[in-house]
């Protein structure tokens, strides 16, 4: 079974978001990895652009699918992990730490509270 750290929210298109402040971390959860398989290409949005809660930032690739990557937040976007671009094999190594996708400095943090807890996650993965 997957582990879904605490301190995390998650969309139902299993992204996560980890707050501090205004900036949030965006990712993908383990289960999403799981799901894809090999991970072959990343599409991430450029430092500077704006993205839009609910809304597509990018794509990640796999063997098996093309799936667009959600936005939990409303903001800009001040960093993406640009080792992932060049090898988005390492996202499968540690999603929630190190294979964080991009940082967005958040217009309205309280838009995460929309977002699922670590158990209303889980339930929802053990309901498929």
Do not use: C
């Amino acid at each position: 079974m997957s582990n879904y750290p605490d301190d995390l929210r998650y969309l139902d298109s299993h992204e996560y978001v980890r707050m501090d402040g205004d900036i949030a971390t965006i990712g993908i959860t383990d289960y999403a990895i799981e799901q894809l398989g090999d991970i072959v290409f990343l599409e991430l949005p450029d430092i500077g652009d704006l993205v839009t809660v609910n809304e597509s930032f990018g794509s990640i690739e796999s063997v098996k699918a093309v799936e667009d990557l959600k936005s939990p937040v409303t903001g800009t976007v001040i960093e993406r992990n640009e080792p992932l671009i060049e090898s988005p094999e390492l996202l499968a190594e540690d999603p929630y730490g190190e294979g964080w996708l991009i940082k967005v400095r958040a217009n309205d943090p309280s838009e995460v509270d929309d977002a699922m807890t670590a158990d209303q996650y889980s339930a929802l993965l053990d309901g498929d």
